[in-house]
């Protein structure tokens, strides 16, 4: 049974609970608080995970279990879906070297062996963000008394990991989308992809009557997150506050989208079941796409064409199209213009027709069928 909750002299406040019975007697935990409103959350946190059998006697609590327990605490709730998925995976792999190691015996050398296990597998930026979510799990087991001290202090990233640089597909690597044979989904949305920018879960959450063919224009409004239930995966809201916005349909894309959509309604993409395709089919279906594109090229495709270079193509053709800064930052739909400036540096004059994009485009075209033409002859 929980005892009173009483006052200590440094100002927080107590509460002790009951978690077991060892040698006949009960086992007790104390919870803290700073205020008494913050005690009784961390006392229904505690028995709301207690119950779920997560929390266990203090002494025996693996690094899993404290990063399940962080994670309940700290984020789920306060984050989207997404981004607990993201944590979830980072996790795994984190679990996978120190899971199983008591948060009590978990000691600076275990870490250090991680890191020399993530260096070995070239996985370099995924240790430095896995470092930055144990030192949050440490921090976190240290304030709540079930860690005696900080074991991540003095620990550092990796200096010599760094992101590919973006880039923009170039004209070769565009010119494989017309040549290839993909047929009507690989086609429609790679072009789709191309042509607006979209992120993919934007993509995959389409519906036919997102897309408005009289104003020329696409409404981007849901995602889709990873999901084990198909039902769960289709979020009516955005990765980003900003992420809700209309997308003009260049002529380019136009016809391809006219031609997929003529006898279709309901999800735009549909799996075999009739349902959106899950993110895990999703990676199949691209890798068909990436097979295709390369039976028609003459060189490997470098493994950095990913759905994501697709936007950055994006981005690239409204800065050449000439289509200002905060034009720019609308149709990519980014909350933080810095995010828009990473890949997109020019500062155009305010006001910039769409139809600059399409000129831009059919110049775009009429380059690739000169090559083709020249190739042709040659």
């Known amino acids: 049974?929980?005892?009173?909750?009483?006052?200590?002299?440094?100002?927080?406040?107590?509460?002790?609970?009951?978690?077991?019975?060892?040698?006949?007697?009960?086992?007790?935990?104390?919870?803290?608080g700073e205020t008494?409103?913050?005690?009784?959350?961390?006392?229904?946190?505690?028995?709301?995970?207690?119950?779920?059998g997560i929390i266990l006697q203090e002494e025996n609590i693996t690094?899993?279990?404290?990063?399940?327990?962080?994670?309940?605490?700290?984020?789920?709730?306060?984050?989207?879906?997404?981004?607990?998925?993201?944590?979830?995976?980072?996790?795994?792999?984190?679990?996978?070297y120190i899971g199983e190691i008591k948060a009590k015996s978990l000691r600076q050398s275990h870490i250090e062996a991680f890191r020399a296990a993530m260096i070995a597998s070239g996985k370099l930026i995924r240790y430095n963000t896995c470092l930055?979510?144990?030192?949050?799990i440490v921090r976190y087991a240290v304030y709540k008394e079930i860690m005696v001290g900080d074991i991540t202090a003095g620990m550092k990233d990796i200096r010599n990991a760094r992101k590919a640089k973006k880039r923009a597909l170039t004209l070769s690597e565009r010119q494989l989308i017309d040549k290839a044979d993909?047929?009507?989904f690989e086609r429609c949305f790679i072009n789709l992809l191309l042509y607006t920018g979209m992120r993919k879960c934007e993509a995959l959450a389409l519906n036919v009557s997102d897309i408005d063919f009289k104003?020329?224009?696409?409404?981007?409004?849901?995602?889709?997150?990873t999901s084990k239930k198909l039902s769960d995966c289709l979020q009516d809201y955005t990765k980003t506050t900003?992420?809700?916005?209309?997308?003009?349909?260049?002529?380019v894309l136009l016809n391809i989208l006219l031609e997929y959509t003529a006898e279709k309604s309901g999800i735009l993409f549909k799996s075999n079941t009739d349902n959106y395709i899950g993110l895990g089919s999703f990676n199949g279906r691209w890798n068909k796409i990436l097979m295709k594109l390369q039976a028609v090229s003459k060189t490997p495709l470098s493994n950095d064409i990913t759905a994501h270079i697709f936007r950055h193509t994006y981005a690239s053709d409204l800065y050449k199209a000439g289509v200002d800064i905060k034009q720019a930052q609308y149709l990519l739909g980014h909350d933080d213009i810095k995010t828009t400036m990473d890949t997109y540096t020019h500062f155009g004059y305010a006001d910039v027709k769409m139809d600059k994009l399409d000129s831009y485009y059919d110049a775009v075209k009429m380059q690739s069928s000169d090559k083709i033409i020249a190739l042709k002859h040659a």
Do not use: C, H
């Open 215 to 225: 104003k020329k224009r696409i409404e981007v409004s849901k995602t889709l997150v």
């Open 1 to 32: 049974m929980a005892e009173k909750r009483k006052k200590r002299k440094d100002g927080r406040y107590a509460k002790q609970v009951t978690i077991g019975i060892k040698d006949g007697k009960p086992v007790r935990k104390t919870l803290y």
């Open 132 to 136: 930055g979510r144990i030192r949050a």
């Open 182 to 184: 993909l047929n009507a």
């Open 36 to 52: 008494l409103k913050e005690l009784d959350k961390n006392y229904r946190d505690f028995m709301s995970l207690k119950d779920k």
């Open 242 to 251: 900003a992420g809700k916005r209309y997308i003009p349909i260049p002529n």
């Open 63 to 96: 690094f899993r279990e404290l990063s399940e327990l962080w994670l309940t605490n700290e984020k789920i709730g306060s984050i989207t879906d997404q981004s607990v998925t993201v944590i979830r995976s980072e996790l795994r792999t984190i679990n996978s």
